[in-house]
């Protein structure tokens, strides 16, 4: 059965950090492009980071460079969001999304198949 967990959410204070984690099963992620996403209520599903299949190049958007990094271990067939320096406009549902993308891996959640996400994990970042 293919499936994409997150864990690793939660509620951090501003300038901490949390280590989201995306596992699969029946899909190998290292030959998918991932991308992490996040929806705050109220606004639209943006893109904030990914890393692509071949070569493992990553994308940040600008909200986020600096201070998240993504990255895969293939052996545990899971990728992880470091996020740090935390500040409350991140507070959002996350959700990692797998795509056969060849190329730059995008933040358009429209490239990744619907049946290739999570279900999402919360993090709430406040005092």
């Known amino acids: 059965q293919l499936r994409l967990v997150e864990s690793g959410g939660g509620l951090v204070q501003p300038g901490g950090s949390l280590r989201l984690s995306c596992a699969a099963s029946?899909?190998?992620?290292?030959?998918?492009?991932i991308g992490w996403f996040r929806q705050a209520p109220g606004k639209e599903r943006e893109g904030v980071s990914c890393?692509?299949?071949?070569?493992?190049?990553?994308n940040n958007v600008d909200s986020v460079k600096g201070r998240f990094t993504i990255s895969r271990d293939n052996a545990k067939n899971t990728v992880y969001l470091q996020m740090d320096n935390l500040k409350p406009e991140d507070t959002a549902v996350y959700y990692c999304?797998?795509?056969?993308?060849?190329?730059?891996?995008?933040?358009?959640?429209?490239?990744?198949?619907?049946?290739?996400w999570g279900r999402g994990t919360q993090v709430t970042v406040s005092s």
């Open positions: 890393i692509s299949n071949a070569g493992g190049v990553t």
């Open positions: 999304a797998a795509g056969v993308i060849s190329g730059p891996c995008p933040h358009d959640s429209s490239r990744y198949p619907s049946r290739y």
């Open positions: 029946g899909l190998t992620l290292e030959y998918y492009a």
